[in-house]
């Protein structure tokens, strides 16, 4: 299968623009998995077992670009028996992918977009969040809440615990906490003064041209208090998304949607958790503080030490390795395996070795 453009370098500029052009020709994506350009050296036995992996863990999205050149492009049905993840699709892309509710994937998406107001000067980072809502707006003390400035919430140090009461001094402590995370949005719109949609739209997709990408309401058995609203997406969208992190803000016309200066701070290990920057998960940490408590050693072993990723509930997740022209996308219903992001990167390596 042939992608629009050619290879140019492993300079992470080329390969994220090539990226993006990778994915924007529109061309129906086979259930199957599509054959790798040839120029791309890879294993067909390393490849076939890796499809073999992500079909039977529940997924119905699968893209692997290297260099800005498809590796692995496969899609499924959703499984049938998980009714849950039912209430997450929400028809097909125009590709035929499923356009998939990806959970907590959009955290990275909003990390983004505070970081595009802030360069538009609509957002300090380091004032308190009462700036933009107003006091009142958690359970703390007026002292307490005065002190939670923007870049806590999206370090998750903002000191409360997910009913809004105080737990700590904000900066100080991470805490994996989605309703609080959601004041982002929140001070996205108030600062913009304007819908999330057309912020989102405006500023970010429409730019990479992402027409699969947009915020819907979730129903209310499954949103979260203070987090009703999910991102919903295709696979060659949020690879779209990850060549401009590849490219390291800019898209693929050479336009630059985040600052350099604003990018790298997303991607800073923070003071509470190395293992986390602003929204994003890094690897290569010494340990990880994740929703489930501490652990040594770094978030996904198997993966080079340079890979950030966004991650959501039923394993929607996005990896981008700058080190290798990585991009990697997975959709689909929880994996049954509970080693998912493990072995599946012992796979990718195996392949792309």
């Not at 990723?309 to 996308?329: C, E, H, I, K, T």
């Amino acid at each position: 299968m042939r992608w629009n453009g050619r290879w140019r370098g492993r300079a992470a500029l080329a390969a994220g623009a090539m990226l993006c052009a990778a994915v924007s020709n529109g061309a129906p994506a086979p259930a199957s998995g599509a054959e790798p350009e040839a120029s791309v050296p890879v294993s067909p036995e390393a490849r076939a077992r890796l499809l073999d992996y992500v079909r039977g863990q529940n997924s119905t999205g699968f893209l692997v670009i290297r260099d800005g050149r498809v590796l692995v492009e496969a899609n499924w049905p959703a499984p049938a028996a998980d009714r849950a993840f039912a209430a997450f699709v929400h028809g097909r892309a125009r590709d035929g992918a499923l356009l998939v509710d990806v959970a907590s994937a959009q955290k990275s998406f909003v990390s983004v977009l505070v970081t595009m107001a802030a360069d538009k000067r609509l957002v300090d980072l380091d004032a308190p969040v009462s700036r933009y809502i107003g006091q009142g707006w958690s359970r703390a003390s007026p002292a307490e809440e005065a002190r939670i400035r923007v870049v806590d919430v999206l370090t998750m140090s903002s000191g409360l615990d997910k009913s809004f009461g105080y737990a700590a001094p904000a900066g100080t402590v991470f805490s994996y906490n989605t309703p609080v995370y959601a004041v982002a949005k929140r001070i996205l719109v108030a600062s913009a003064k304007r819908p999330l949609d057309a912020i989102t739209r405006d500023w970010l997709t429409a730019p990479l041209g992402m027409r699969d990408t947009a915020w819907r309401k979730r129903p209310a058995a499954f949103a979260e208090v203070g987090n009703d609203s999910g991102l919903v997406t295709s696979p060659r969208d949020m690879a779209r998304f990850g060549g401009m992190i590849l490219n390291r803000g800019v898209a693929e016309n050479g336009k630059r949607i985040v600052s350099e200066k604003g990018f790298a701070a997303m991607f800073a290990r923070s003071a509470v958790n190395p293992a986390y920057g602003r929204l994003w998960w890094l690897n290569g940490s010494a340990y990880v503080i994740g929703p489930r408590g501490r652990r040594d050693g770094p978030l996904v072993p198997a993966a080079p030490a340079d890979m950030v990723a966004a991650l959501g509930a039923f394993d929607n997740q996005l990896y981008v390795v700058p080190s290798r022209g990585l991009v990697v996308v997975r959709t689909g219903a929880a994996a049954p395996d509970k080693n998912f992001d493990q072995q599946l990167w012992q796979h990718l390596m195996d392949m792309v070795r």
